[in-house]
Protein backbone atom coordinates (compact mmCIF):
# COMPACT_ATOMS: atom_id res chain seq x y z
CA UNK A 1 0.00 0.00 0.00
CA UNK A 2 1.11 3.34 -0.57
CA UNK A 3 2.23 6.14 2.17
CA UNK A 4 1.19 9.58 1.32
CA UNK A 5 2.93 12.17 3.65
CA UNK A 6 1.94 15.58 2.74
CA UNK A 7 3.97 19.00 4.10
CA UNK A 8 4.71 22.78 4.00
CA UNK A 9 1.60 23.98 5.49
CA UNK A 10 1.39 26.70 8.16
CA UNK A 11 0.44 30.37 9.18
CA UNK A 12 0.49 32.79 6.20
CA UNK A 13 -1.49 36.09 5.99
CA UNK A 14 -3.99 37.04 3.15
CA UNK A 15 -2.31 37.03 -0.14
CA UNK A 16 0.35 35.59 0.94
CA UNK A 17 2.02 32.02 -0.17
CA UNK A 18 2.20 28.51 0.06
CA UNK A 19 3.70 25.36 -1.14
CA UNK A 20 2.68 21.95 -0.32
CA UNK A 21 4.63 19.07 -1.13
CA UNK A 22 3.36 15.38 -1.41
CA UNK A 23 5.29 12.28 -1.11
CA UNK A 24 3.76 9.48 -1.85
CA UNK A 25 5.91 5.94 -1.76
CA UNK A 26 5.85 3.47 -4.47
CA UNK A 27 7.28 2.64 -7.70
CA UNK A 28 3.60 3.47 -9.66
CA UNK A 29 3.33 7.18 -8.62
CA UNK A 30 4.21 8.08 -12.32
CA UNK A 31 1.31 5.97 -13.81
CA UNK A 32 -1.22 7.71 -11.91
CA UNK A 33 -3.03 11.14 -11.92
CA UNK A 34 -2.29 12.69 -8.63
CA UNK A 35 -5.14 15.37 -7.49
CA UNK A 36 -5.05 17.47 -4.02
CA UNK A 37 -8.03 17.84 -1.94
CA UNK A 38 -8.97 19.88 0.91
CA UNK A 39 -11.46 20.00 4.36
CA UNK A 40 -12.08 23.05 6.16
CA UNK A 41 -13.68 22.27 9.52
CA UNK A 42 -17.31 21.24 9.32
CA UNK A 43 -16.88 20.46 5.48
CA UNK A 44 -16.62 17.43 3.67
CA UNK A 45 -13.19 16.87 1.59
CA UNK A 46 -13.14 18.91 -1.94
CA UNK A 47 -11.39 18.43 -4.90
CA UNK A 48 -8.98 20.91 -6.04
CA UNK A 49 -6.36 20.30 -8.57
CA UNK A 50 -5.53 17.06 -10.38
CA UNK A 51 -2.56 16.55 -12.45
CA UNK A 52 -1.57 13.71 -14.90
CA UNK A 53 1.13 11.52 -15.20
CA UNK A 54 2.35 13.56 -18.64
CA UNK A 55 2.18 17.08 -16.76
CA UNK A 56 -1.81 17.64 -17.83
CA UNK A 57 -3.37 19.24 -15.46
CA UNK A 58 -6.88 20.87 -14.25
CA UNK A 59 -8.75 22.89 -11.42
CA UNK A 60 -11.36 23.63 -9.38
CA UNK A 61 -13.10 27.14 -10.10
CA UNK A 62 -12.09 28.41 -6.17
CA UNK A 63 -8.43 28.33 -6.52
CA UNK A 64 -7.91 28.02 -10.40
CA UNK A 65 -5.65 30.89 -11.80
CA UNK A 66 -4.37 31.14 -8.00
CA UNK A 67 -3.04 27.67 -7.48
CA UNK A 68 -0.62 25.35 -9.67
CA UNK A 69 0.06 21.46 -9.32
CA UNK A 70 3.55 19.70 -10.43
CA UNK A 71 4.80 16.61 -10.19
CA UNK A 72 8.31 15.24 -10.32
CA UNK A 73 7.65 11.50 -10.94
CA UNK A 74 11.26 10.33 -11.14
CA UNK A 75 11.49 11.81 -6.89
CA UNK A 76 7.37 10.13 -6.47
CA UNK A 77 6.86 14.23 -5.28
CA UNK A 78 4.24 16.06 -5.89
CA UNK A 79 3.69 19.93 -5.15
CA UNK A 80 0.85 22.82 -4.60
CA UNK A 81 2.26 26.28 -5.48
CA UNK A 82 -0.72 28.29 -3.80
CA UNK A 83 -0.43 32.50 -4.34
CA UNK A 84 -2.96 35.18 -3.46
CA UNK A 85 -4.07 32.81 -0.21
CA UNK A 86 -7.27 33.74 0.98
CA UNK A 87 -9.09 33.49 4.53
CA UNK A 88 -11.24 30.45 2.63
CA UNK A 89 -8.56 28.43 1.54
CA UNK A 90 -8.03 27.84 5.43
CA UNK A 91 -8.48 23.77 5.34
CA UNK A 92 -6.34 20.54 5.69
CA UNK A 93 -4.99 19.74 2.56
CA UNK A 94 -4.33 16.30 1.19
CA UNK A 95 -2.84 14.42 -1.79
CA UNK A 96 -4.15 11.42 -3.23
CA UNK A 97 -4.12 9.54 -5.96
CA UNK A 98 -7.25 10.68 -7.80
CA UNK A 99 -9.60 7.42 -7.50
CA UNK A 100 -8.65 8.03 -3.90
CA UNK A 101 -8.05 4.54 -3.38
CA UNK A 102 -4.65 5.08 -1.83
CA UNK A 103 -5.27 5.83 2.10
CA UNK A 104 -5.17 8.65 3.08
CA UNK A 105 -2.40 10.68 4.82
CA UNK A 106 -2.53 12.95 7.81
CA UNK A 107 -3.27 16.23 5.76
CA UNK A 108 -1.20 19.70 6.39
CA UNK A 109 -2.97 22.40 7.86
CA UNK A 110 -3.23 25.86 6.36
CA UNK A 111 -4.13 28.70 7.93
CA UNK A 112 -4.80 32.00 6.32
CA UNK A 113 -5.68 34.23 8.23
CA UNK A 114 -4.37 38.34 9.54
Known amino acids: QVQLVESGGGLVQPGGSLRLTCTAS????????MSWYRQAPGKEREWIEIILSGGNTHYAESVKGRFTISRDNAKNVMYLQMNSLKPEDTAIYYC????????WGQGTQVTVSS
Open 96 to 103: NVHSKSWP
Open 26 to 33: GSLFKLNP
